[in-house]
C-alpha cells in the first residue's frame, strides 16, 4: 500500500513570495490533514479535511495560507505571502474512518520550507 | 482547550537500559492518547494508542505505554532500548468526542551504545 506522498521535498523562498505544497493521500482515506512543525516543536494542526468540506481550520492564519481537496482526494496548502516565521516543515496526513474516530494517522515525509 | 506537556526535552539511555518518556495532558472530556515517532528527514509514525479498556497498552517495536488518570499521564516505556531506538518522539492527546489531535513538544531520545 503507497504511504501519503507530498512535494516538493524541499523550497526555499524569499519572504513575500508564494509556495504551493502538495499531498495525495492514502487510497481511501476521507479525513486529510495539513500540520506545521517549527523547527524543535511539535506538530500544530492547520487544517483537517472530511473529504472535500473543512472540519477544522482554526489555526490556519488565513490572511496568507490557504488549503483545498477539491475532488476529496489530493490537497494544497499554499502560502501567500511568505513570511520568516513560516520556515518549518509541513507534514500532510491522512486516516481512515476508524483512524479519523481514534487518532490513527498516516503521515508523509513533510515538505521543508525556508524563507530568507 | 486540550494540551499535551513533555518535560524533557532529551532523555539519554545506555543501550539495554530501560527507557521511559514522560507525558502528561489535559483535556476535558475522556481523553484519547497516542505516541509517534520521528525518525530523522522522515515523517511521523504511529507507535500506540489507549482508547479504553487496559491501562498498560503496548504498541510497535517492543514500546508500550501506561495510561493514569489520576496523573493524567501517559509515559512511553521501553524495558530494553536499542540504538535505533534513537529518534523523536510525540505524545498526542484527542478528546474522545473531538476530531482534533494535539502533540506534545516532542522528547528527543539518544540510545548510546
Known amino acids: 500500500e503507497a504511504g501519503v506522498a507530498q512535494s516538493p521535498r524541499y523550497k526555499i523562498i524569499e519572504k513575500r513570495q508564494s509556495v504551493a505544497f502538495w499531498c495525495n493521500p492514502i487510497?481511501?482515506?476521507?479525513?486529510l490533514y495539513w500540520y506545521q512543525q517549527i523547527l524543535g516543536q511539535g506538530p500544530k494542526l492547520l487544517i483537517q479535511f472530511q473529504n472535500n468540506g473543512v472540519v477544522d481550520d482554526s489555526q490556519l492564519p488565513k490572511d496568507r495560507f490557504s488549503a483545498e481537496r477539491l475532488k476529496g482526494v489530493d490537497s494544497t496548502l499554499k502560502i501567500q505571502p511568505a513570511k520568516l516565521e513560516d520556515s518549518a516543515v509541513y507534514l500532510c496526513a491522512s486516516s481512515g474512518t476508524s483512524g479519523s474516530r481514534t487518532g490513527e494517522l498516516f503521515f508523509g515525509e513533510g515538505s521543508r520550507l525556508t524563507v530568507l | 482547550a486540550q494540551s499535551v506537556a513533555q518535560p524533557e526535552d532529551q532523555v539519554n539511555v545506555a543501550e539495554g537500559n530501560p527507557l521511559t518518556v514522560k507525558c502528561t495532558y489535559s483535556?476535558?472530556?475522556?481523553?484519547?492518547l497516542f505516541w509517534y515517532v520521528q525518525y530523522p528527514n522522515r515523517g511521523l509514525q504511529f507507535l500506540l494508542k489507549y482508547i479504553t479498556g487496559d491501562n498498560l497498552v503496548k504498541g510497535s517495536y517492543g514500546f508500550e505505554a501506561e495510561f493514569n488518570k489520576s496523573q493524567t499521564s501517559f509515559h512511553l516505556k521501553k524495558p530494553s532500548a536499542l540504538v535505533s531506538d534513537s529518534a523523536l518522539y510525540f505524545c498526542a492527546v484527542r478528546e474522545a468526542a473531538g476530531n482534533k489531535l494535539t502533540f506534545g513538544g516532542g522528547t528527543r531520545v539518544l540510545v548510546k551504545p
Open positions: 487510497s481511501g482515506h476521507a479525513t
Open positions: 483535556v476535558s472530556g475522556n481523553p484519547y
